[in-house]
């Protein structure tokens, strides 16, 4: 396999993108990758903000992997700086090979990079091979989270 290349998402991405999030039996329910047009929305919204990275891992110039990194800054912790982890996924060719661990270790360099205090996630509590995979990394299952569909 030739070399990993981690970098910003293009709009070009999205369809490969949404069906990495449509790929499993939770993103099936909820993702919708005949109809690009409220990714393509969300992309400009996240593109314009400079606190949100959306990267794509690419290989053998296809697609296999994506996260979105967020920071936020806080009061709390003394006003730490905090990052969010979201959208992490792999392209099912590509699991079990290092993959994931590779962005996560980016997704938290990148982190540091931006003085970053805490990095943080959530997980679908279904997910329990992805709980085994971040503590593996050294997460810690800390915080019980709450959620509200509006």
Same mark, same amino acid.
């Given at each position: 396999?030739? %070399? ?11 369809? @490969? ?6 790929? %499993? ?9 005949? &109809? ?5 929305? @969300? ?5 314009? %903000? ?10 053998? &110039? ?30 099912? &060719? ?7 661990? =590779? ?10 990079? =931006?003085?970053?205090?805490?990095? =943080? ?7 329990? %091979? ?18 509200? @569909?509006?």
């Amino acid at each position: 396999m030739n %070399d990993l290349h981690i970098r910003p998402a293009r709009s070009a991405d999205l369809p @490969a993108i949404v069906a990495m999030l449509a790929d %499993d039996p939770l993103g099936a329910q909820r993702e919708s990758p005949d &109809d690009l047009s409220p990714y393509t929305a @969300a992309f400009e919204r996240l593109s314009s %903000d400079p606190n949100q990275q959306l990267v794509v891992a690419v290989r053998d &110039d296809q697609v296999v992997g994506t996260l979105q990194l967020t920071i936020i800054p806080g009061l709390t912790l003394r006003g730490s700086t905090r990052s969010v982890i979201e959208g992490v996924r792999i392209h099912a &060719d590509e699991r079990g090979h290092g993959l994931g661990t =590779q962005l996560i270790e980016w997704a938290v360099e990148e982190s540091r990079r =931006q003085n970053v205090q805490l990095v =943080q996630l959530t997980s679908n509590a279904s997910r329990t %091979d992805a709980h085994r995979f971040y503590e593996r990394l050294g997460f810690t299952a800390s915080h019980v989270g709450f959620k509200m @569909a509006l």
